[in-house]
């Protein structure tokens, strides 16, 4: 994902692949990039991606969507000692 700012002197990005989503902002005159926020579900177990971000122009808003691996399996082990 990126987005420009509402002021259009920075982006929003995101970092491919990490979990949680880190968004960064980049100043475009600069090249100068900051952790704006990392996102993802309070649980993390069985996450595969958070993906898509979107973030509004003016940073108050934000919406992401994510995937997770079933974490539902069952085994049953029995003759232990």
């Known amino acids: 994902?990126?987005?420009w700012s509402a002021?259009?002197?920075?982006?929003?990005?995101?970092?491919t692949g990490s979990i949680p989503a880190r968004v960064v902002r980049i100043?475009?005159?600069t090249?100068?990039?900051e952790r704006w926020k990392d996102l993802a579900p309070p649980e993390l177990a069985g996450m595969i991606e958070v993906n898509p971000v979107h973030v509004t122009p003016d940073g108050r808003s934000y919406?992401?969507?994510?995937?997770?691996?079933a974490?539902?399996?069952l085994?049953?082990?029995?003759?232990?000692?």
């Open 63 to 69: 919406v992401y969507g994510y995937a997770r691996a």
């Open 1 to 3: 994902m990126i987005c």
């Open 31 to 33: 090249g100068r990039h």
């Open 75 to 81: 085994y049953l082990v029995e003759g232990l000692k």
């Open 71 to 73: 974490t539902s399996d």
């Open 7 to 15: 002021d259009g002197t920075s982006l929003f990005a995101t970092e």
């Open 27 to 29: 100043d475009v005159a």
